[in-house]
């Protein structure tokens, strides 16, 4: 092995020399030193590579001498890519000696020798280079140089101000990774110093600690007591500087939120000493605690995070229901508040991280329990929905849930860890306490439950599943009477009853339970269904029953037990009629379901208007009727047909009534059903049906618009009624103006609110002026000037009468607000309604983009587009138009099917094809017109027809003529409209995808058409060129001042690649600069000579001349200079300019003889100057007031110069 030295270093490494043999080998060092983390990996491989494949000497040595001055550099991310790289070289290339390469680091990064400025860089530049000696994995085999690096380390320690503790970590790190008979031999006598003081720094102490969980045969509690005095860390004489040292690691980590390293080695080293009772009492509680809300808390719940996994069921139970759990929950309470610190996800991740790593359910189930146990006036400290529950094993999340239901039914709050936040009191009752506590902890507890469903990430099977469905469903719906066997839920009595809010809730949850059941994919993946492959079942068991069917069989069984189980809504003999006859339906169509779509629909229908019997009994006996008939008219044979059905609604028709009246719920779960059930009925759809679906769409039959109107109304009437208070509450306060200013009953909420409106309700002004006349409280003309003085009694009469009238009219305005806010809010039901029915209609053209109902969508989605982006800027109405929008052209316009059943039905397509076009063209706005075109092009499709790719000139039954005709009309609205709604882009599509007519077309759509490849690919080589030959006819008869100077440089362009006669053309173009006024700049003029380019003809340079610059020297003539006087260019021009006032004197006086001003002399500048008069001219004279001031006495000094 070769030891590179210092000297061979500098004597042979030749820089020039590497410079000019490989340039790509310095442009590792850059890359090395780079911002980005990956290009600096790159780097330090490819630089690695390049050395062990070149071996060449020099290299290596200059590579040894660059990474070894870049330790030292300004930027973090150099260094640390700097010292990486000699990492890697020192651990690749062995022979380099660590004793030589440490030598180097300290003879280039001297402190001793080092200016002020650049200490910190050199502090830096010993630091990586013993991080990269560390990093090596060569330093444990050369002790001397451990020692050395150990001792360099130590004496960076004084550099705190810009290293931290990264020296002490560092030596924890090399400690961490040495062999004992070295740390005994070697390091031990080295470090002595540090681990006598370890009670005076954190790093030291986590040295000390991380010595001692090393190497426990060498730090024996004997050698322990000659380095701190003491046999063991933790104990009473120690614990007052463990929780000082504690306190001071808390802050250094606040902004890294992280635990620190010797807090979790304190923990261990009670443990392994057995005094972890005490150190967690005086140590985390009795000290961390004591400190206000800050570091030290957040340092307390970390130790408690990081303990869990250390602890035994005994010490959890100590550390889990002590005073710092209790402060968690008073954080988390606290920060609630928007913009506080919230330690709950770290929480969140130490309890993860503790479920995922025990395999005892007791001590799994004992943290949870605990964490649900800690309760702020009943309700749990942690959300009901925690991600921390998907780490449960199976049976410990079975027991958790046989814990949440038997807490449901008897809680005991005796038992949970209360906490309460520093701002409440203990005003309340224990009884009334109690109450709502228990209230509280039940609201709780079934969104817990729900959410264990519901969150698919849980390992659950269909037993627990089931059962807390049943749970939910039972107390939602039903009370126990007396316990029976059989029905579980009956077996355990409430020990509080419930009360109609948590009863609600419950319901919601079991709805909202419901939902979720109906889309859950099988859960024993291990049973096959009869399914296709690829295709998941959703909503069904592992034997092929549906969850709604088993929770209807359920809720049979308790209504037949009505001796155990109560109903809690009363059900009449027509609603247990009705239920019965409902199952019966189900049990039928059964068997039919997996075969028929349509009697799969009825059977989720008939199940969820069955179990809406429990919460609105009269509303689901009347639908399940309807369903009933409709049913049994689908079941009827289709070959029979009577008479009275052409009378009768189809049966579809009613289905679809229905679905629309259970959509008008708020209700998840009915959204999810009426979307699945009118999937399974769409091939069964009728006109009827569609249009009463687009009946709750159509704009002209909304009553919106006068609900708006009423609103403005209303609106209206507040702004004049609320100004009319403001002027009788003003007429008011002047009638009381002799000072009883305490009298006045009026808010100051209303008097601002009356402010802020301009006009007056004159009803109101009426009123108030019959109030007053009746009074005699209103002044009047023919009235003496003398004050009439009024008796007490009319005083007090007329305040009555007034209040009585302020008082109605209050109340009026508030029934108005409220009359408002009702309307608000009925409008935005309907917008939820409608984007709800939005689904039927994407399921329909999903299922039957291919029938001939799709035709009946366009025109009323158009208006509903065009209504729609008109309307108002709501959030709401905005989602409304964008799911419309989106719809009509991704779905129905530029679907995959596209309606194909035309036959019988051209008349009517070309009428409407004729509407779409001409309604296009009347349109304001060029975005609604988009759709209008888009829906014009998909009917020219759907009659057209299928089509082959190879032959797209067949048209169909597209009459041509008409069809042309009406295009043409378009495009020539679009080219000679200055303000058209059309847009290039349309026809430029129309032409893409309808290219077969082209040539067929005047000369405006020949501008579109020839920017078209699809043009060129339909024409031969003599229909192409005979194009051409007419384009350019045609463009000599073009006037450029309209539209089509914006294709004509494509189509000359264009034209010149056939061989086309052109010189009529260029002579008229030519001809069109005869009198060179196209020679100027502007769009015309460019487009001409860019056209007149194509041909050779390049546009003349015109000779920029200065006429302003020639004139003004031919005129300057030398003229002679008076004697005396100043050249006129060094005279000072009169910026004050007399004012001439009315009726004052303007005579003009001759010019002085001593206008003119000495060479050599200066006047002093004074804010007030006298007027100085130029010779030969003549001046008005200022006036007697400026004159007299500009007129005054010389200084000494001026006369003196004089």
């Given at each position: 092995?070769?030891?590179?030295?210092?000297?061979?270093?500098?004597?042979?490494?030749?820089?020039?020399?590497?410079?000019?043999?490989?340039?790509?080998?310095?442009?590792?060092?850059?890359?090395?030193?780079?911002?980005?983390?990956?290009?600096?990996?790159?780097?330090?491989?490819?630089?690695?590579?390049?050395?062990?494949?070149?071996?060449?000497?020099?290299?290596?040595?200059?590579?040894?001498?660059?990474?070894?001055?870049?330790?030292?550099?300004?930027?973090?991310?150099?260094?640390?890519?700097?010292?990486?790289?000699?990492?890697?070289?020192?651990?690749?290339?062995?022979?380099?000696?660590?004793?030589?390469?440490?030598?180097?680091?300290?003879?280039?990064?001297?402190?001793?020798?080092?200016?002020?400025?650049?200490?910190?860089?050199?502090?830096?530049?010993?630091?990586?280079?013993?991080?990269?000696?560390?990093?090596?994995?060569?330093?444990?085999?050369?002790?001397?140089?451990?020692?050395?690096?150990?001792?360099?380390?130590?004496?960076?320690?004084?550099?705190?101000?810009?290293?931290?503790?990264?020296?002490?970590?560092?030596?924890?790190?090399?400690?961490?990774?040495?062999?004992?008979?070295?740390?005994?031999?070697?390091?031990?006598?080295?470090?002595?110093?540090?681990?006598?003081?370890?009670?005076?720094?954190?790093?030291?102490?986590?040295?000390?600690?991380?010595?001692?969980?090393?190497?426990?045969?060498?730090?024996?509690?004997?050698?322990?007591?000659?380095?701190?005095?003491?046999?063991?860390?933790?104990?009473?004489?120690?614990?007052?500087?463990?929780?000082?040292?504690?306190?001071?690691?808390?802050?250094?980590?606040?902004?890294?939120?992280?635990?620190?390293?010797?807090?979790?080695?304190?923990?261990?080293?009670?443990?392994?000493?057995?005094?972890?009772?005490?150190?967690?009492?005086?140590?985390?509680?009795?000290?961390?605690?004591?400190?206000?809300?800050?570091?030290?808390?957040?340092?307390?719940?970390?130790?408690?995070?990081?303990?869990?996994?250390?602890?035994?069921?005994?010490?959890?139970?100590?550390?889990?229901?002590?005073?710092?759990?209790?402060?968690?929950?008073?954080?988390?309470?606290?920060?609630?508040?928007?913009?506080?610190?919230?330690?709950?996800?770290?929480?969140?991740?130490?309890?993860?991280?503790?479920?995922?790593?025990?395999?005892?359910?007791?001590?799994?189930?004992?943290?949870?329990?605990?964490?649900?146990?800690?309760?702020?006036?009943?309700?749990?400290?942690?959300?009901?929905?925690?991600?921390?529950?998907?780490?449960?094993?199976?049976?410990?999340?079975?027991?958790?849930?046989?814990?949440?239901?038997?807490?449901?039914?008897?809680?005991?709050?005796?038992?949970?860890?209360?906490?309460?936040?520093?701002?409440?009191?203990?005003?309340?009752?224990?009884?009334m306490q109690k109450e709502s506590c228990v209230l509280r902890f039940r609201k709780w507890i079934i969104p817990r439950l729900t959410s264990i469903v519901e969150n698919h990430q849980i390992k659950k099977d269909e037993d627990l599943v089931m059962g807390i469905a049943r749970f939910i469903f039972f107390h939602a719906f039903f009370d126990t009477t007396k316990p029976n066997a059989e029905l579980l839920e009956t077996q355990t009595k409430l020990s509080v009853p419930l009360d109609p809010s948590t009863r609600a809730v419950t319901s919601s949850a079991f709805y909202s339970l419901l939902q979720y059941l109906n889309i859950l994919p099988v859960l024993d993946d291990s049973m096959e269904t009869d399914v296709p492959s690829g295709r998941r079942v959703l909503g069904v068991m592992s034997d092929g029953s549906m969850w709604m069917y088993r929770l209807a069989q359920y809720a049979n069984a308790l209504l037949k037990q009505d001796t155990h189980a109560r109903s809690a809504q009363t059900l009449g003999a027509k609603h247990t009629q009705a239920w019965d006859s409902m199952l019966q339906s189900v049990e039928s169509l059964e068997k039919k379901a997996k075969k028929s779509p349509e009697h799969a629909a009825f059977q989720h229908l008939l199940l969820i208007i069955g179990m809406q019997i429990f919460k609105s009994p009269e509303e689901s006996v009347a639908l399940l009727a309807d369903l009933r008939s409709c049913m049994e008219k689908a079941q009827q044979n289709k070959s029979r047909k009577r008479k009275k059905e052409e009378t009768e609604p189809h049966w579809v028709e009613v289905v679809v009534e229905i679905l629309l009246s259970l959509l008008s719920q708020p209700s998840r779960l009915m959204r999810s059903i009426c979307k699945t059930a009118f999937s399974r009925i769409c091939p069964h759809l009728t006109e009827p049906a569609l249009n009463t679906i687009l009946d709750v769409l159509d704009p002209s039959k909304d009553e919106g618009t006068v609900e708006v109107m009423h609103e403005m109304e209303g609106e209206k009437r507040n702004k004049e009624e609320e100004e009319e208070e403001e002027t009788g509450e003003v007429s008011v306060n002047m009638f009381h103006q002799d000072g009883e200013e305490d009298d006045s009953s009026c808010d100051d909420d209303d008097d601002d609110d009356a402010m802020e409106q301009e006009e007056v309700d004159q009803d109101f002004r009426l009123e108030l002026m019959k109030v007053l006349h009746g009074q005699n409280a209103l002044a009047r003309e023919e009235d003496s000037g003398e004050e009439e003085e009024v008796d007490d009694e009319a005083m007090m009469k007329l305040d009555k009468s007034l209040a009585a009238l302020f008082s109605e009219q209050r109340r009026k305005r508030q029934g108005r607000q409220e009359e408002k806010e009702r309307v608000r809010k009925e409008r935005t039901l309907v917008r939820d309604f409608r984007i709800k029915v939005l689904d039927l209609l994407e399921v329909f053209l999903s299922k039957q983009g291919s029938s001939g109902l799709v035709l009946c969508l366009v025109e009323p989605l158009l208006a509903v587009i065009e209504k729609s982006m008109s309307s108002e800027v709501v959030q709401q109405e905005q989602d409304f138009l964008r799911r419309a929008a989106d719809m009509f052209r991704n779905q129905l316009c530029r679907g995959k099917h596209y309606c194909r059943e035309v036959e019988g039905r051209e008349a009517e397509l070309h009428e409407m094809l004729e509407r779409l076009i001409g309604r296009a063209q009347k349109l304001p706005d060029s975005s609604v017109a988009l759709y209008y075109f888009s829906a014009a092009l998909y009917l020219v499709k759907v009659l057209r027809g299928v089509v082959k790719e190879t032959d797209t000139r067949i048209m169909g039954k597209v009459d041509v003529a008409r069809v042309t005709s009406w295009f043409r009309n378009a495009l020539l609205s679009f080219m000679t409209r200055r303000k058209s709604p059309l847009t290039g882009d349309m026809f430029i599509d129309l032409f893409n995808r309808f290219p077969v007519r082209e040539k067929t077309h005047t000369q405006p759509h020949i501008q579109l058409a020839l920017q078209s490849k699809e043009v060129k690919q339909l024409m031969t080589t003599a229909q192409w060129t005979e194009l051409c030959q007419t384009t350019a006819d045609q463009l000599q008869q073009v006037e450029l001042k309209n539209k089509v100077q914006l294709y004509l440089t494509h189509l000359v362009q264009v034209i010149l690649k056939v061989e086309v006669n052109l010189d009529s053309l260029r002579n008229v173009l030519r001809s069109m600069n005869s009198e060179g006024s196209l020679q100027k700049a502007g769009q015309l003029e460019d487009t001409y000579w860019s056209v007149m380019k194509f041909f050779n003809i390049q546009k003349p340079r015109v000779e920029k001349v200065k006429k302003a610059v020639a004139e003004q020297v031919e005129q300057e003539t030398p003229k002679k200079k008076k004697k005396g006087f100043l050249p006129e260019s060094k005279k000072r021009k009169n910026r004050k300019k007399p004012t001439i006032l009315e009726g004052m004197d303007t005579t003009v006086a001759p010019a002085t003889a001593g206008g003119g001003v000495k060479g050599g002399k200066k006047k002093k500048k004074k804010k007030n100057k006298k007027r100085k008069v130029q010779g030969g001219e003549e001046t008005q004279t200022p006036p007697p007031v400026k004159k007299a001031k500009a007129q005054q006495p010389q200084s000494k000094k001026q006369r003196g110069r004089e």
């Open positions: 092995d070769v030891a590179v030295t210092d000297s061979t270093v500098s004597d042979a490494v030749d820089p020039r020399g590497i410079l000019q043999q490989n340039r790509e080998f310095l442009d590792y060092f850059w890359d090395i030193a780079r911002p980005e983390r990956g290009t600096r990996l790159k780097a330090v491989e490819s630089l690695t590579e390049h050395l062990k494949s070149s071996e060449k000497s020099d290299e290596l040595k200059y590579s040894l001498k660059r990474l070894v001055d870049g330790l030292s550099h300004a930027r973090e991310d150099a260094r640390s890519g700097y010292s990486l790289a000699l990492a890697q070289v020192l651990s690749v290339f062995e022979e380099i000696s660590l004793k030589s390469t440490l030598d180097q680091i300290k003879e280039k990064h001297n402190l001793q020798t080092a200016k002020k400025k650049q200490i910190r860089n050199v502090a830096f530049g010993n630091f990586f280079g013993v991080l990269a000696l560390s990093q090596s994995t060569r330093l444990h085999k050369e002790p001397q140089v451990l020692l050395e690096c150990v001792k360099l380390l130590q004496s960076l320690a004084q550099y705190r101000d810009h290293l931290r503790d990264l020296p002490r970590k560092t030596m924890v790190d090399i400690l961490s990774e040495t062999s004992e008979e070295v740390f005994e031999e070697v390091l031990f006598s080295a470090l002595h110093s540090d681990l006598t003081s370890a009670l005076s720094s954190p790093e030291q102490l986590e040295l000390l600690l991380v010595a001692m969980q090393r190497f426990p045969s060498i730090i024996k509690p004997a050698k322990l007591k000659k380095l701190l005095g003491t046999t063991a860390i933790i104990n009473k004489q120690n614990l007052p500087r463990l929780v000082a040292l504690l306190k001071v690691s808390a802050c250094s980590v606040k902004k890294e939120s992280v635990l620190p390293a010797v807090a979790m080695d304190l923990m261990q080293a009670s443990l392994r000493e057995d005094s972890f009772p005490l150190f967690w009492q005086e140590a985390v509680v009795s000290g961390l605690m004591s400190e206000p809300p800050g570091p030290a808390h957040y340092l307390a719940f970390r130790m408690l995070g990081a303990a869990l996994p250390l602890l035994s069921a005994a010490q959890l139970q100590v550390v889990l229901s002590g005073d710092v759990m209790r402060r968690y929950g008073e954080h988390v309470v606290s920060a609630q508040i928007p913009g506080r610190f919230r330690f709950a996800p770290e929480m969140e991740a130490y309890v993860s991280t503790f479920l995922q790593g025990c395999v005892e359910p007791d001590k799994q189930l004992q943290v949870v329990l605990a964490f649900t146990q800690l309760t702020h006036q009943g309700c749990p400290a942690v959300p009901s929905f925690w991600k921390v529950l998907e780490h449960m094993g199976l049976a410990t999340l079975r027991r958790y849930v046989d814990w949440l239901k038997d807490a449901f039914c008897h809680p005991q709050l005796q038992d949970c860890l209360e906490f309460s936040t520093r701002k409440q009191g203990g005003g309340q009752k224990p009884d």
